[in-house]
């Protein structure tokens, strides 16, 4: 791999993890409000520690781990820079099955989002898709059992990984839901919780949220340190943000566009991996910064045109 091929994945998955955190900022944006200035600064060194090296560092290498347990625990973390013949052949093996799970995660993320969830739509097509919400469920169900007969045409283990993705997803959608609810809960009796409690509440709501960005990162690379360095700057820029200005952020109503249209195009090129079809490194993140580029470029023309622009509210689907 070359250093322009390096800096490329690096900033990449920086910018995806930005996005994608977007909301999750959000979240700590509000509940740091309440906090005090100290525990606003316990929450960035603590948090941050927590976000880049637990989460963002160590769960990739024990998704990777777990996928090729034969490496052993240090052996998934410097087996993408082996030579040794064994090694590349169990990552080679192992890694079908970790991007068809990946890649259904992060496609049924995405219908969940064009089908249930609100949004600026961006895109035409968004508000017709929207009225048939309903359709959601139908459509993964569809989808998951296309990609399992396909799958086992090739890997039976690629459907095993696959229908772990689809589990994954509904299991880390509720954890989501449930977070919601007690932010609002939360917020409710703040005055009563002390800083450490919400700082704790603030960790776990982010380890619910990260997995979106973690399983995405295999779609750019299977080297761990690049996923480390690549995540850890852009959990840091999102932690930054959250305490420095949010309202700025949330005005570009676009960008929640961009970030799952991206999400979709990653799983999509993690299941074609999966299946064997050969796509240039390069590719996931120059999607990524294309996508999100316009939807930027749209957000900007939107604010400037209309500058008290707000977020839509939630409804039930």
């Known amino acids: 791999m070359d250093w322009f091929s390096v800096v490329l994945i690096v900033f990449g998955l920086a910018l995806f993890e930005i996005i994608i955190s977007i909301d999750n900022a959000i979240i700590n944006a509000e509940v740091l409000s309440t906090m005090t200035k100290k525990g606003k600064q ?9 976000a880049v ?13 777990i996928s090729t347990p034969n490496l052993g625990f240090l052996g998934s973390f410097t087996a993408s820079f082996s030579s040794d013949p064994a090694v ?14 990946g890649g259904t995660f992060l496609v049924f993320l995405f219908f969940h989002w064009l089908f249930l969830e609100p949004k600026h739509y961006g895109l035409i097509g968004e508000k017709f898709i929207q009225t048939f919400g309903v359709w959601f469920f139908a459509v993964v169900s569809v989808l998951l059992v296309t990609i399992v007969w396909l799958a086992i045409r090739c890997n039976p283990l690629m459907a095993l990984g696959a229908v772990i993705g689809s589990s994954a997803f509904f299991i ?3 954890f989501k839901e449930n977070a919601e609810q007690a932010e609002k809960r939360m917020l409710e009796k703040s005055s009563t919780m002390s800083d450490i409690s919400k700082i704790f509440y603030l960790e776990v709501i982010d380890m619910s949220f990260s997995i979106d960005g973690v399983l995405g990162a295999f779609a750019f690379t299977f080297v761990i340190p690049l996923i480390l360095v690549g995540n850890g700057i852009g959990a840091i820029a999102v932690r930054q943000l959250t305490v420095a200005n949010i309202d700025k952020v949330k005005k570009y109503k676009y960008l929640k ?12 090129v993690m299941l074609c991996h999966s299946f064997g079809l050969h796509i240039p490194d390069w590719f996931s993140p120059f999607a990524t910064f ?6 930027f470029w749209k957000s900007l023309k939107a604010l400037k045109e209309t500058p008290h622009c707000s977020l839509p509210e939630k409804h039930s689907s």
């Open 257 to 268: 566009n961009g970030a799952m249209y991206s999400i979709f195009v990653l799983g999509c």
């Open 53 to 65: 090296f637990l989460v963002r560092g160590l769960l990739p290498w024990l998704i990777l781990w």
């Open 42 to 50: 316990w929450f960035l060194l603590w948090g941050m520690l927590v």
């Open 172 to 174: 880390s959608h509720g």
């Open 290 to 295: 294309c996508i999100i580029g316009y939807f």
């Open 88 to 101: 590349v052949k169990a990552v080679k093996d192992s890694a079908p099955i970790l991007l068809a799970g």
